[in-house]
């Protein structure tokens, strides 16, 4: 049903659990060269147009490999791949609609999977399985801080499954997005000068998504990442007072942190019309950082990457424009 089925994929995956990153070379460090992708290799990109994903698609595309790239996305005319120099495809795909399968796994050796918080554990476990069945050989799956330990996440049972499902596979368990500020929380920055998350006095180890996806691009296309779980967090926890002064500093106008309730914070996401169960995901990730439970900082993504992740001063400088009204 989805396509070829090639016996040249070797199936052996080691299972043994290893979660310190391998340490990179100094002379592999900084540089691009360094890239290993297999010039046969094809990625599928899932969550292509959203915010990791579409960094991991970029990064692939200007790597130094000669990968290729196939965007997966429910509304393939809405993107801009396919562009003059473009030499990645697009694939309409669609979690809900398995006959869309088929041709979104053709011939892919690797697969970045990003589960959209309005699709279920399930679905994506049967489309894992499905990609485990035509021989994709490595599932880079973007998961969540904390996701090796807590059943009560969707991201630990997605986890569990793909240790099991016949692929290798990295996780990269991912801290807050500083993009969540340029994204969902926007609105509140430009039009009440306000950082307005329910996350008390916790802190978060706030990690910029093209450090997340640069992370997922190693995974992919170098060996050694194999069956393994980063951490993926910033270089520095912090609490939202010091959130709201980065902002302040960058955007040379006073932004505070109200510190509200969870009530008020969820009222106002409702009066903005997100939907219910973003604002209960939201709820209970903001309760997790009140309890105290978000501020730890890893040095994962330094030893992939060789270099120290984005700090939170540098994410807000970089998008400065698009805080200012
Ligand atoms: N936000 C955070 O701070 C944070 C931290 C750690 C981990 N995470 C995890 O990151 C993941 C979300 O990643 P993101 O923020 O990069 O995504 P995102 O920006 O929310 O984008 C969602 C993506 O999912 C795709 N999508 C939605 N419904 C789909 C469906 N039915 N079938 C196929 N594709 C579908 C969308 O593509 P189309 O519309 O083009 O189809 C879009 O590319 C979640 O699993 C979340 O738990 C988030």
């Given at each position: 049903?989805?396509?070829?089925?090639?016996?040249h994929?070797?199936?052996?995956?080691?299972r043994e659990?290893a979660?310190?990153?391998?340490?990179?070379?100094?002379?592999?460090r900084?540089?691009?060269s360094?890239?290993?992708?297999?010039?046969?290799?094809?990625?599928l990109v899932t969550?292509?147009?959203g915010?990791?994903?579409?960094a991991?698609?970029d990064q692939?595309?200007?790597?130094?490999?000669?990968?290729?790239v196939?965007?997966?996305?429910?509304n393939?005319?809405?993107?801009?791949?396919?562009?003059?120099?473009?030499?990645?495809?697009?694939?309409?795909?669609d979690?809900e609609?398995?006959?869309?399968?088929?041709?979104?796994?053709?011939?892919?050796?690797?697969?970045f999977?990003v589960?959209?918080?309005?699709?279920g554990?399930?679905?994506?476990?049967e489309?894992?399985?499905?990609a485990a069945?035509v021989?994709v050989?490595?599932?880079?799956?973007l998961?969540?801080?904390?996701?090796?330990k807590n059943?009560?996440?969707p991201?630990?049972?997605?986890?569990?499954h793909?240790e099991?499902?016949?692929?290798?596979y990295?996780?990269l368990?991912?801290?807050n997005f500083?993009?969540?500020?340029?994204e969902?929380?926007?609105p509140?920055?430009?039009?009440?000068?306000?950082?307005?998350?329910p996350?008390?006095?916790?802190?978060?180890g706030?990690?910029?998504?093209?450090?997340?996806?640069?992370?997922?691009?190693?995974?992919?296309t170098?060996?050694g990442?194999?069956?393994?779980a980063?951490d993926?967090?910033?270089p520095e926890?912090l609490?939202?007072?010091?959130v709201?002064?980065?902002?302040?500093?960058a955007?040379?106008?006073?932004?505070?942190?109200p510190?509200p309730?969870?009530?008020?914070?969820?009222?106002?996401m409702?009066?903005?019309g997100?939907?219910?169960?973003?604002?209960?995901v939201?709820?209970?990730?903001?309760?997790?950082?009140r309890l105290?439970l978000?501020?730890r900082?890893?040095?994962d993504?330094?030893?992939?990457?060789?270099?120290?992740?984005?700090?939170?001063?540098?994410?807000?400088?970089d998008?400065?424009?698009?805080?200012?009204?």
């Amino acid at each position: 049903m989805y396509g070829r089925k090639n016996d040249h994929r070797n199936r052996n995956v080691l299972r043994e659990w290893a979660h310190t990153p391998p340490a990179r070379p100094d002379s592999q460090r900084g540089s691009n060269s360094r890239r290993r992708g297999n010039v046969t290799d094809l990625v599928l990109v899932t969550g292509a147009t959203g915010t990791v994903g579409s960094a991991v698609a970029d990064q692939l595309r200007e790597a130094e490999t000669s990968v290729r790239v196939r965007i997966a996305t429910r509304n393939p005319s809405r993107t801009d791949a396919n562009a003059e120099g473009d030499d990645s495809e697009t694939v309409e795909f669609d979690f809900e609609r398995p006959e869309t399968w088929g041709s979104a796994l053709e011939d892919v050796d690797r697969l970045f999977l990003v589960r959209p918080p309005n699709v279920g554990v399930d679905r994506l476990r049967e489309f894992a399985d499905a990609a485990a069945r035509v021989g994709v050989r490595h599932v880079v799956y973007l998961s969540v801080l904390g996701a090796g330990k807590n059943p009560l996440l969707p991201h630990y049972r997605m986890e569990r499954h793909l240790e099991g499902a016949g692929v290798a596979y990295t996780f990269l368990r991912a801290a807050n997005f500083m993009q969540n500020f340029s994204e969902i929380h926007r609105p509140d920055v430009v039009e009440h000068d306000e950082i307005f998350v329910p996350a008390g006095g916790g802190e978060m180890g706030f990690v910029d998504a093209r450090d997340v996806a640069a992370v997922g691009v190693a995974a992919l296309t170098e060996p050694g990442h194999e069956n393994r779980a980063y951490d993926v967090t910033g270089p520095e926890a912090l609490d939202c007072d010091e959130v709201a002064e980065a902002f302040s500093d960058a955007l040379d106008r006073p932004v505070s942190y109200p510190n509200p309730s969870i009530l008020r914070f969820a009222r106002r996401m409702r009066s903005r019309g997100v939907p219910y169960p973003m604002i209960a995901v939201m709820v209970v990730l903001y309760t997790v950082t009140r309890l105290g439970l978000s501020g730890r900082v890893s040095d994962d993504a330094e030893r992939v990457l060789g270099r120290e992740p984005r700090g939170f001063r540098e994410f807000v400088s970089d998008c400065a424009d698009c805080f200012r009204r």
